[in-house]
């Protein structure tokens, strides 16, 4: 599903097999989004877009892209010696802003030239492009915390293995095998280098029986010996301040790349178009969930479903396009709208719900009487709300009087309903 921003509107929904890759669907959905749209857009996608061979079809065909860096393989390598650079000074930052005007991170670019083919038919396409390396104060402070939560539960597992005497607890004989369950421990947790774990070692001699076996009764005392047992324990954990303090400074940073210039998306407006781009999952929500409720398809022809998701992309467009327009007329007179809600009527908000708005005009009735040979139709009347949410959307007050006026003067038509 391809969607116009700001809007969220769906462009055009693709219908393809469960078993395939989503990284064969964009191209496709490329060159039917721009016959609407025209090649000079942005096209903005997950990371599924990285492919470098998508990136070279979608600036052959004129169009720019923005992509965050999937952190797997070069690209993770690249990221680390881009972070290092960041965090000692290397290269200079610039500060970015939210869309209101608070500082929400910093950033830097690095420019490089790609090659690459669109296909195996064609020529070879040259361009340069844009690495954003970014850091969010918001993901740096959510990495923060789980980093410490995974510290405080790396230290209790690792507190856990001085197990006390008696049976049924296990004793680390050798100071290797300790140290291999606490290095298990912190690489599970992700924390190594970040806590010192010293051992001790405990000796205690105890005397026990020369011979194996319990003596017979009445018998005269067994020959008895000495045994020493040394049993290795976590004596101190301890977090290095400075391992922790660098790890910390290098959480929260993502590098995204885009083809376009910067005199035309500088550094903040690029953070804030992709920040932007939530809107895209507006759809999927409407289409399986309340008014349209897609699942469960109890169809088994190709053809019948999608035609049904083909009806039903239609009335995303439809509820899309209604959500927005209230959305935008509210800050607009800077109002907000109560009682939208009917399960929490004294709710207030600016950015209502398309589920919302439809159930706000669930109450209206218009029943169809006819009587000698006569026709008679009444609207019940609108409520504040009802009349209010018309103005929102830009629609005349009396559109439901019209409607009558219209069935009322259609006869064929009440006497066909």
């Not at 011979?211 to 290795?232: A, I, T």
């Amino acid at each position: 599903m391809a969607t116009l921003d700001p809007l969220g509107l769906p462009l055009l929904t693709q219908l393809v097999a469960g078993n395939s890759s989503d990284d064969g669907s964009y191209v496709p959905a490329y060159e039917e989004a721009i016959k609407t749209t025209g090649k000079d857009i942005m096209v903005i996608g997950d990371s599924k877009l990285r492919g470098l061979a998508t990136r070279a079809h979608l600036h052959g065909g004129g169009s720019r892209y923005l992509t965050p860096l999937a952190l797997v393989g070069k690209p993770k390598e690249d990221l680390a010696r881009w972070v290092e650079a960041a965090v000692t000074g290397a290269v200079s930052l610039t500060g970015v802003k939210a869309a209101a005007h608070e500082p929400s991170g910093r950033g830097s670019e690095v420019r490089r030239e790609q090659t690459s083919r669109a296909n195996d038919h064609e020529e070879p396409v040259h361009w340069h492009e844009r690495v954003l390396v970014l850091q969010s104060e918001e993901y740096a402070r959510a990495q923060e915390t789980a980093l410490r939560r995974r510290l405080d539960t790396a230290r209790t597992h690792l507190t856990a293995l001085t197990a006390p005497h008696g049976k049924g607890h296990r004793c680390y004989r050798t100071a290797d095998a300790l140290q291999a369950a606490c290095h298990r421990i912190l690489e599970k947790h992700a924390v190594v280098g970040l806590l010192t774990v010293t051992l001790a070692c405990a000796r205690q001699t105890r005397t026990v029986n020369a011979q194996r076996g319990r003596p017979r009764k009445h018998s005269p005392s067994p020959p008895q010996r000495r045994r020493e047992e040394v049993r290795y324990k976590v004596s101190t954990i301890h977090i290095d301040p400075q391992a922790l303090a660098a790890r910390v400074a290098r959480l929260g940073w993502r590098a995204y790349v885009t083809n376009a210039r910067a005199q035309e998306w500088s550094l903040n407006e690029v953070v804030l178009a992709y920040r932007g781009e939530w809107r895209i999952a507006q759809g999927f929500p409407l289409l399986k969930g309340r008014p349209l409720s897609v699942a469960p398809v109890y169809l088994t022809k190709t053809e019948q479903i999608r035609g049904l998701l083909c009806l039903l992309s239609l009335a995303v467009r439809a509820l899309t396009l209604l959500c927005y327009t209230v959305s935008q007329s509210l800050p607009q007179a800077d109002e907000t709208i109560k009682g939208i809600s009917p399960a929490y009527p004294h709710l207030t908000t600016n950015h209502p719900s398309a589920a919302m708005i439809l159930a706000a005009f669930a109450s209206i009735t218009l029943p169809f009487v006819q009587h000698a040979g006569q026709s008679f139709v009444h609207v019940s009347p609108l409520t504040p709300l009802q009349c209010r949410l018309l103005g929102l959307l830009h629609l005349p007050p009396d559109l439901y009087q019209r409607i009558v006026d219209i069935l009322t003067t259609h006869d064929p038509f009440l006497s066909e309903a």
